[in-house]
């Protein structure tokens, strides 16, 4: 089985992989690739020139993006947020002055700010029209001042937070890679078969197998083990966040947050449960 434990926790905004954040991995994608890594025949970046993105999204991006965080993910993403690093907070702040100033700082978390005015009821919504390649599709345009088109790419976000390009082979950025394994497997079978055969339990097979794709990290054990920290930490802050909030969920559905309410009630219920757990 080559999937990472990192792909398969992978971390991100909600509330969807699929719907959150592969479109937020696809905006930021363009916009690191497309307009700040490529130059001009002059040899200036485009994103020096942009004016205006345009943002067309097909299928169920379009019908269920509302509710699922989507337009809001692809903003973030167009200011150049990383979905696995950015914070509850820093995403409420940034959503907030967008909505009320009308205006993306493109690639400002790149290192290369160009402000430009978008809001999301600017979204070309196409739901009944779906690409052939999945149903997940989004392509984006920049333009300059005289509307001439500077880049164009569409991207497919096929599950997981991963994302593919039109342009690039359907098999790239799949849950697949090249790495060699020492205890490769494909089914539980095959991972307790390697559990017997070693002596080692789970936890050792899986945390060799991360180590060997870290081949040229210096310590690669303590790079696999930082990680899996980071991934508990996400963890708390998403649910100390979560028990922290009321009102409504993002989104258009208006569905109230019960987290809050439940959490007060077991409290109630048992007062002397550590609050570790």
């Not at 333009?143 to 342009?167: H, I, K, N, P, R």
């Not at 870290?214 to 990680?227: A, I, K, N, T």
């Not at 649910?239 to 409290?267: C, F, I, M, T």
């Amino acid at each position: 089985m080559s999937v990472s434990l990192f792909d398969l926790f992978s971390v991100g905004v909600g509330p969807s992989s699929s719907h959150t954040v592969g479109p937020m991995r696809a905006a930021r994608r363009f916009t690191a690739e497309k307009l700040v890594g490529t130059a001009d025949d002059g040899g200036t970046p485009l994103i020096e020139r942009v004016d205006s993105v345009q943002v067309e999204l097909f299928g169920s991006l379009s019908a269920t993006g509302a509710g699922h965080g989507t337009f809001t993910a692809i903003l973030l993403g167009l200011e150049g947020w990383a979905a696995e690093k950015v914070r509850p907070d820093q995403v409420d702040e940034r959503i907030a002055a967008m909505e009320a100033s009308g205006t993306v700082q493109l690639a400002a978390q790149l290192g290369h700010r160009r402000d430009i005015t978008l809001r999301t009821a600017d979204f070309i919504q196409r739901p009944l029209t779906h690409l052939e390649r999945h149903s997940n599709a989004m392509t984006l345009r920049a333009v300059d001042g005289d509307d001439q088109l500077l880049a164009e790419e569409t991207y497919y976000s096929v599950g997981g937070g991963f994302v593919v390009a039109e342009t690039e082979d359907p098999g790239t950025d799949s849950a697949g890679d090249d790495v060699v394994l020492p205890y490769p497997f494909r089914t539980s079978a095959e991972l307790m078969a390697h559990c017997r055969s070693t002596g080692l339990p789970v936890s050792q097979i899986m945390l060799a197998n991360e180590c060997a794709r870290r081949e040229d990290s210096p310590d690669p054990r303590s790079e696999v083990l930082e990680g899996i920290w980071h991934l508990w930490e996400v963890m708390e802050e998403c649910k100390n966040s979560a028990l922290r909030r009321e009102g409504p969920l993002p989104g258009g559905l208006k569905v109230r947050r019960r987290a809050p309410d439940w959490h007060a009630r077991l409290w109630q219920q048992d007062p002397e449960r550590s609050h570790a757990y």
